[in-house]
Nanobody, 123 residues
Framework: QVQLVESGGDWVQPGGSLRLSCAASAFTLDVYTIGWFRQAPGKEREGVSC????????YYADSVKGRFTISRDNAKNTVYLHMNSLKPEDTAVYYC????????????????WGKGTLVTVSS
């Protein structure tokens, strides 16, 4: 099972940007479909971004679409979550998980999880 480590969480003002990293301990096929989740205080964990099996694209939750994007550095076994135009409601602990496949409202795989990194958006 691949080990995942998130980093990059920080405090940022509304409208700001952050880049989170998810480093995998080894290169496996699971790394190709690393996804991101988040859990806000007092709320359930929700999906942010994942590989979409319906068309092979990247799925983004409606709440982050147009503001968050994923990029990958395969040489470093690292996936990044670029977060722009951050809002207070984006405050949460962010987790990466692998593999992550999204289809029709359900996430599949999720065998490995990181321990999370905290993002706080406030003025």
């Amino acid at each position: 099972q691949v080990q995942l480590v998130e980093s990059g969480g920080d405090w940022v003002q509304p409208g700001g940007s952050l880049r989170l990293s998810c480093a995998a301990s080894a290169f496996t096929l699971d790394v190709y479909t690393i996804g991101w989740f988040r859990q806000a205080p007092g709320k359930e964990r929700e999906g942010v971004s994942c590989f979409s099996s319906s068309d092979g694209s990247t799925y983004y939750a409606d709440s982050v679409k147009g503001r968050f994007t994923i990029s990958r550095d395969n040489a470093k076994n690292t996936v990044y979550l670029h977060m722009n135009s951050l809002k207070p409601e984006d405050t949460a602990v962010y987790y990466c998980a692998a593999p992550c496949t999204y289809y029709s409202g359900t996430y599949y795989g999720l065998r490995s999880w990181g321990k999370g990194t905290l993002v706080t958006v406030s003025s």
